[in-house]
């Protein structure tokens, strides 16, 4: 199937390679698109007020596609924790935590996919599975974020096969001034809900946190 999807980005990328990008970004190393195309203008103007929307056709017939949201939020946090660039003594504080998480649900299968899709985790929604690995978020309340949050949605080239499959597709589209100050003001939301939802967990005391799901699996 061929479907289009976006690129927000401070440069234009006509040709985006295989094995080149951050290594520590949600899922590892790879090219991150959308099919949402306001999302992609909010990317491209993260950091400047005169970035580009690049598209692409996407050609994904016999691609293997590991799809997120179907495999629980535990999974997704997993994938994360796995991935993000976690300070070393953040790590070592709640190793337990970090490893209960990499034994038990990261998806080692998802190695072998070309394609992952799944929800993003920018800095100020990151914010939530740092809190639930404290152990001051619960899982239901991360169910809740993970569900119905607005995190949107990223479809991930991870395989060489994947990146032989797209074709930019000109012209890319200047983004206007104006989607800076969007992407701010989602931001700013989203530091407001966390803190908001940090309140209100403090006074919760019947909700599952991790250390709970971690006893629970002990005793089996």
Same mark, same amino acid.
Request: no cysteine.
């Given at each position: ?9 401070? !440069? ?32 491209? $103007? ?18 293997? =596609? ?29 190793? =337990? ?6 034994? $038990? ?48 949605? =990223? ?37 407001? !809900? ?27």
């Amino acid at each position: 199937m061929k479907r289009i999807l976006y690129h927000g980005s401070e !440069r234009i990328l006509r040709n985006p390679r295989y094995g080149y990008g951050e290594i520590h970004n949600d899922y590892g190393r790879g090219f991150y698109l959308t099919d949402d195309l306001e999302m992609g203008k909010e990317w491209a $103007n993260r950091k400047t007020i005169s970035g580009f929307v690049n598209k692409y056709q996407l050609n994904d017939n016999d691609l293997k =596609q590991y799809d997120l949201r179907g495999k629980g939020v535990l999974v997704w946090i997993a994938l994360l924790m796995h991935h993000r660039d976690i300070e070393p003594n953040v790590r070592e504080l709640y190793r =337990q935590r970090f490893d209960f998480l990499e034994e $038990n649900y990261y998806p080692k299968e998802i190695d072998g996919f070309d394609i992952i899709i799944g929800y993003r985790a920018d800095d100020a929604y990151f914010k939530f599975p740092m809190l639930f690995i404290q152990n001051e978020l619960s899982i239901e309340r991360m169910e809740e974020i993970y569900k119905l949050g607005n995190l949107g949605l =990223q479809i991930v080239l991870k395989s060489e096969k994947a990146f032989s499959r797209i074709r930019f597709i000109e012209p890319p589209i200047n983004v206007k001034a104006a989607y800076y100050d969007k992407y701010r003001a989602r931001k700013n939301a989203a530091d407001k !809900r966390f803190e908001g939802i940090r309140i209100e967990e403090i006074n919760s005391i019947h909700k599952t946190k991790i250390d709970d799901l971690i006893k629970e699996h002990d005793k089996r």
